[in-house]
């Protein structure tokens, strides 16, 4: 905390991950405090900060932090998003790029961690504002990224036609036609299914993690928050499922719909329109809107099954997840990174809820970027049906790998645990056998 101080999610992140590797380390203290093996994890390779200047509508100069952190490039080149949101400062940059790093490790393929991005806000902006930030923000980075370095892809706020945008000025720069960003468009390199892989991924390893403990998502209610790129496909693919999903929610406001969220409705709104839910629920006479309102519970305070938080860092909290419990849902997965509180995962885990992290359920969407470079090198694209399988397929093995990481180590059913000790191992090898770098 001294070293890196006010950066709170950050130490959260770490806090979580080392408490769980507790029984790893004691029972191999030799190999793991080996030159200071624990220290070097926690301490990114790099971390870039820069300058984005860029001209607004107006003809005036704005200027943005620019942020990469390449936190650990152990088993593979750094891999992962760029986050634009007012919200992001280095801390919150740091915790998602250690998070990273055990999710690309869980995926089994050969993926560094890293993550990226910039105070930018690009709500209300134009589209020609937002190619001027873009270019300006590619710039920089251009001088730090590469298909065999770093990979950058999408996160919060950035979607295809940042991607588009970052892609173009990396080629107008460099020259070079090649894999460097991910989550491209399909007429340049991008892979089918990635925009829906993150929330189909989701579902994957939660109808897997019911499947093994005896339950099955068809017929279940399900409270998603978010109104994404994450929150949508996993709506959808539940709903393909056989699951009824009754909420959704943005950044002011969410929605009850009883009747079960009309996805066709949601894309409209949110990927075409780029609206707010108001105009879901002016158009569906069955749902409910809730302006939001601090101090509220939102989407937690519905009665469900499953509950899958999408939408942010620290959104469902203590009082939620009782809440949640009350009402009797039986399984949590978290679809974005780290939405649940640690107070809450714990309350969950005490009370027998089954609760997979993020870093394992939510890792669909980088699987499916690693399976995007590997389309760009070999200069296929594969069918949608061929990725989606792939995808399936690592999903269900992330979660038994964590489901027999955490029985090996004594704490079944722990899957918090499991993912982290999963995604340690293969990580730790890696660095040890690379001597101390
Ligand atoms: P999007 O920008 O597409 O969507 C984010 C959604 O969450 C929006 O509906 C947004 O509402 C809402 N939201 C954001 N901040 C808040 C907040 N403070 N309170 C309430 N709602 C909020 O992002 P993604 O769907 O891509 O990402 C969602 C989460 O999933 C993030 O944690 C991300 O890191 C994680 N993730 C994403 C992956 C991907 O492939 N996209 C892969 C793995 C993880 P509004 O539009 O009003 O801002």
Not at 1 to 21: D, G, I, Y
Not at 81 to 96: A, C, E, Q, T, Y
Not at 278 to 295: D, F, I, L, V
């Amino acid at each position: 905390v001294a070293k890196n101080p006010a950066q709170p999610e950050f130490h959260q992140a770490v806090k979580e991950v080392l408490e769980s590797l507790r029984v790893v380390i004691e029972a191999n203290e030799e190999k793991y405090r080996k030159d200071a093996l624990l220290e070097r994890l926690v301490t990114p390779e790099r971390q870039i900060l820069f300058r984005v200047p860029w001209v607004d509508d107006k003809g005036q100069v704005q200027v943005n932090n620019g942020f990469r952190v390449q936190f650990n490039s152990a088993i593979g080149p750094y891999k992962g998003g760029l986050r634009l949101h007012p919200s992001v400062n280095l801390g919150i940059i740091k915790f998602l790029g250690f998070e990273q790093t055990f999710k690309n490790s869980l995926t089994g393929l050969p993926i560094g961690g890293g993550k990226g991005g910039s105070d930018f806000d690009p709500k209300g902006k134009s589209d020609r504002e937002i190619m001027a930030f873009c270019q300006s923000f590619i710039t920089e980075l251009y001088k730090y990224i590469g298909a065999d370095t770093d990979v950058p892809a999408g996160d919060i706020g950035t979607g295809a036609r940042e991607i588009g945008y970052m892609y173009g000025q990396y080629k107008r720069l460099t020259g070079l036609y090649e894999g460097v960003l991910t989550g491209k468009g399909l007429s340049y390199g991008g892979s089918l299914a990635r925009t829906e892989a993150t929330g189909y991924g989701l579902l994957y390893l939660t109808e897997e993690m019911l499947k093994c403990n005896g339950k099955d998502i068809a017929g279940k209610t399900v409270a998603v928050s978010g109104a994404g790129n994450v929150a949508i496909y996993a709506i959808q693919k539940a709903e393909q499922l056989g699951a009824k999903v009754v909420t959704c929610s943005d950044s002011t406001g969410w929605i009850y719909d009883p009747e079960g969220i009309d996805v066709a409705l949601l894309q409209e709104v949110k990927e075409v329109k780029r609206a707010r839910l108001t105009e879901y629920a002016a158009a569906r006479p069955s749902a409910q809107y809730h302006e939001k309102k601090n101090g509220e519970h939102g989407v937690w305070t519905v009665k469900c099954d499953v509950a899958l938080p999408c939408a942010t860092q620290n959104e469902l909290d203590l009082e939620d997840a009782k809440q949640l419990v009350a009402n009797g849902v039986f399984a949590v997965a978290e679809g974005a990174n780290m939405p649940t509180t640690m107070e809450a995962t714990e309350y969950f885990q005490k009370n027998g809820v089954l609760f997979c992290p993020g870093k394992a359920s939510n890792a669909g969407g980088v699987a499916t970027s690693a399976l995007e470079m590997s389309q760009n090198s070999e200069r296929l694209s594969w069918t949608f049906e061929e990725v989606d399988a792939k995808l399936k397929t690592i999903m269900v093995n992330i979660f038994h790998n964590l489901d027999d990481a955490a029985k090996k180590y004594g704490m079944e059913g722990n899957y918090v645990a499991g993912a982290n000790i999963a995604g340690f191992l293969k990580v730790a090898d890696a660095m040890t056998a690379q001597g101390i770098v």
